[in-house]
Each structure stands twice: as C-alpha cells, then as structure tokens.
C-alpha cells in the first residue's frame, strides 16, 4: 500500500524509526491532556498512535507501563475508557512544560563562577553545568559575595573541552539531524496543505517529542555556550515557527472528529 | 648618648628591630657591587652596618655565612679585606633587581585561567598564583585554544578568599607598617637635610631592603588583585621616590669617604 503524504512526513520526522512509546505518549499527555479534569479517551489514543505508526498492541504495553509507573490513572465508561495523568504526572509534565515549548533561549546570559575550592557550593545551592568541583557556568545572577564570577558573552572565546560538558556529542548530533528534517519538513508540507485535525495533533506530538527528546537533556544555558556544532536555536526556531503554524487542536474536536469519522 | 637625627631615623625605618645582617648584606651587595668585579671593603661594610646599628661580630658572623652559602667571597690585600658576588650569587642579585628596584607595578593586567581540569597545565608552563589545581590568576596573556581566560580589571570584584592567596596576611601588613613608617620619614628627611654619602648609602639600603623583604614574596600581578589593605603601590611608589631623592653614591665615592673620615 503506497504511503499517504502524512505518512511520509511522518517517516521524514522520525527519521523511519518508530519513536520510545511510553515515552511519545508522555509527550502526548504534555500536549492535549496537561490540564487538571482532562481525559483522553482510549479511541484518540489509538488514532493519534496508527497516525505515528505504533502498533495498538505496543501502546497498551506502554499505557500500562505508565499506569505501573504512576504516570497515568485509567477509568471505564461503560464499553470506553479514558486515560489521564495523575496529580505526579502532571506535576512531572507541567514542570517540564516551560522548557520545551519555550519560544527563546532558556537564558540570555551566562556566567562563569568559581568557588572557593575549600568551601565549594553545593549542587542544590545554584543550577548550572559543574565544570569541575568548584567551577560551574550557570545562568543564575551570582550574587553572593564569596564566589568569583565572569560573565559570558557570545564573543567568550570558550575551550572545547568546556562546551563539551554543555552538551554531550550524542544529543548535539541530535540537533544536526533534527534541524536538517525540519529543513525538509516545510517543503513537504506545503505540498500537503490540508492536514486534518488528528493528523495536525500527529504532527505537533512528533514536533515537540522530538525537540522534547533534546532540551531535557540540556542545562538552561544560553545557545552561546554551546559546542560549535549545536543546531539547538535553530531547532528551537524551526520547530516553534511550525507550532505557531498549526495551533493545537481542542481535545473536545478530536474526540468529536473520531467519534465521528466521516465528518471532518 | 643621645641619638643622632640620623640614628633616629634608622630606629624609625627598622621600626627599632635590627634587620636579619646576612639578609641586610645581600641587600647591601646588589645595592653598592652587583657589577662584575665590584668589590667592597671590609672598612666600607663595617661603616654601613654600624649607621644601620649593627655590631661589628654580628656582621663578621653573617658574612661568614654568606661566604659558606656561596653568595659571596673575599680576598685579602695586604692588612684589609675586600668582598664580592660570587658568580652564583651576582646572578641572583641581578634577577631580583628588575622586582625590587621597579618604579611600576610588575603588570598592568590580569587574568584568571582555567585550564581543563582532566588535563591541567603544569606549574612550569605558566606563571602565577594558583587557585586550585586548575585555575589560577596569571599576568601572562594566555593564548592556549584548550584554557579559558577572562580579563580581570581594577573593577572586576574578587572575593576574599582569592586575594587572600595573592598575598598572605602577614605581608600585606609589612606593606601597612612600611607605608606608614615611609609617610613620617619625609618629615623627618626634611628636618635632616645634610646626609652625608655614607648616611645615604645607609638610608638606601634600609628603603630596598624593607620593600625588597615586601616584593620578593609577592607575584608579578597587579595591584588591584590583591587583598583591600594591601599597601604595596604606595610602598613602591614612596621607596622610588626617596630612591630618585637621594641619588646612589658610588661606591669609589664611599671607599675614599672612609679612607679620609675627616674629609667628607
């Protein structure tokens, strides 16, 4: 059976491979069901996943993988069951929110400190990435009087051996392949100009779990003290830029549009 | 007996404690006979160390110790000794003088290196203080593509901690004691205006040694990193001015002055 164009994208945006369930339907949650009361019945579930290309046996293993984890809670309405995160979740979900859908940097300033190596910090004291036991860049505005601190701009000319405690080689090579499918992505979408509603929710669930996948393993640092081949602003940009395109659709139409098939 | 203007002013200088002798003549040495083949009577060394108060057996006892540790030599000539640099003790004096005698801050700027701690430079690549293992404060403009370097300026705030390890405690109170002392010794040099040449070689001597026993324990950094009551600059700055005040005697000058005391 030749693929539809959604299909294609599709393959194009995960790069023909079927993406970690559990965690895609973390996402899913994040995106249509975030709010305390809403609910995701199992048929939207099922659309959304046939969209992505995951098989319905996978999901169930992955709901109730998240059920066993306490991610998710369940209930039965009478022949139907509905899906729903749990106050734990949704507190994991909605923290985690403001990083990745973020339109700018996490931070437009950084810093480098340095404690006094006899009496460093402690982690939990200030966020950041720990260049060594008692030097960290952080975007935090340093204020205590005991630390030494200098501040980072995009002209820092900063030692590669400290970008790359930033960001790891793998999850910079992430941004690469990303940023190039997103490239691509446009052209293709123009030439499929009418997305239906599930599909528009397919498409914004593989944007954001795809992005998701690499700022939560990022530190809140501007883009400038990356290494030199991060394409995470560009990322951010591209996949921003698509989600303004096609806002989100109301959970209440697609449940409307799967109970309801043949009326778009 | 009463103390002569001079004598008083020596007591005010040695803040009334006679300085370590063999120290002192180290001093005297790159003072009056750091050039090849200057040599200085014993009759010379004998009138300067008694204008600074020290006993004659004192300064046979440090001589001879300075002659043991290989600084310095002696030769006889008929009933009077002279004494001289030794090769190895010449080259020492020459090294210090640029430190001691300098009219300017040994740099004008600064910087705080870090090196990556996996792979930290070793002590002789680079020279400075170091604030761990990795990090240090250095006047040498780092080039190095693998360290980060930022520019410290006279407003870059340094916490204590790290201005401590510029200069110790104990030092940075000499320069506290010696400013002082040097702002009451112009009134002094005022109310005492003819110093004979071996009272002003004698006055020299005290001024570099007190600052010289200062700036030989101090790094070649800029004033402004080092801690809040350090009171170096105006030590440099007062020393060099009574420096240029009162003009080195020649040494020849001293010799006849002693051969023929009743002939200033």
């Not at 982690?123 to 990435?129: F, L, P, S, Y």
């Amino acid at each position: 059976m030749q693929p539809t164009p959604f299909q294609q994208i599709v393959k194009h945006l995960t790069d023909d491979r079927t993406p970690r369930v559990w965690s895609l339907l973390v996402t899913v949650f994040g995106e249509l069901a975030q709010d305390a009361g809403s609910r995701i019945s199992g048929a939207v579930l099922r659309a959304l996943s046939a969209q992505i290309g995951i098989k319905p046996e996978a999901m169930r293993v992955a709901l109730h993988r998240l059920r066993k984890d306490g991610w998710i809670d369940s209930e039965r309405t009478g022949r139907t069951s509905v899906y729903f995160l749990t106050p734990w979740g949704r507190a994991q979900s909605v923290a985690a929110s403001p990083q990745i859908y973020a339109v700018d940097a996490p931070a437009a300033h950084a810093w480098l400190v340095m404690c006094n190596p006899a009496q460093p910090l402690q982690a939990e004291d200030i966020t950041g990435v720990w260049l060594s036991s008692h030097v960290l860049l952080t975007a935090e505005v340093p204020l205590a009087p005991e630390v030494y601190s200098s501040a980072l701009s995009p002209d820092t000319r900063l030692p590669v051996w400290m970008t790359d405690k930033v960001c790891d080689d793998a999850t910079v090579a992430m941004t690469t392949m990303l940023a190039q499918a997103l490239e691509t992505l446009e052209d293709r979408l123009n030439a499929t100009p009418d997305l239906d509603r599930l599909e528009i929710a397919a498409l914004r669930v593989l944007l954001v779990h795809s992005w998701r996948r690499i700022v939560l393993k990022t530190p809140s640092l501007p883009d400038y003290v990356f290494p030199d081949d991060w394409r995470g602003a560009l990322c951010r940009e591209r996949v921003s830029a698509l989600l303004t395109r096609y806002p989100k659709p109301q959970l209440d139409a697609l449940e409307a549009a799967i109970a309801a098939p043949l009326t778009p």
